[in-house]
Nanobody, 115 residues
Framework: QVQLVESGGGLGQAGGSLRLSCAAS????????MGWYRQAPGKQRELVAT???????SYADPVKGRFTSSRDNAKNTLYLQMTGLKPEDTAVYCC?????????WGQGTQVTVSS
């Protein structure tokens, strides 16, 4: 069974930075890609960033130039460096691990940005 555990959320100030981590453990047969999603109150879940096993990244327009996703394949850990935080970044951030057979989700970590 695969488990994903996020950490690093909390309260940030507008213009500030936070770094999220997502550690994957368990029987991971293949690791195609990992990603970050977020869901703000009353809104649909949206994709924030993805990163392939080869390191290729893509970002949603609202976070381009401010967020950077990276991964440590040896540790099966995903990171999201968030800079230039805005109040609209407030959401629960969840990580995703995509394999050939299944997708796995973490429980999420709350990020709250004050103005």
């Amino acid at each position: 069974q695969v488990q994903l555990v996020e950490s690093g959320g909390g309260l940030g100030q507008a213009g500030g930075s936070l770094r999220l981590s997502c550690a994957a453990s368990g029987s991971i047969s293949s690791n195609i890609a990992m990603g970050w999603y977020r869901q703000a109150p009353g809104k649909q879940r949206e994709l924030v960033a993805t990163i392939t096993s080869g390191g290729g990244t893509s970002y949603a327009d609202p976070v381009k130039g401010r967020f950077t996703s990276s991964r440590d394949n040896a540790k099966n850990t995903l990171y999201l460096q968030m800079t230039g935080l805005k109040p609209e970044d407030t959401a629960v951030y969840c990580c995703l691990l995509a394999t050939h057979s299944s997708d796995y989700w973490g429980q999420g970590t709350q990020v709250t940005v004050s103005s």
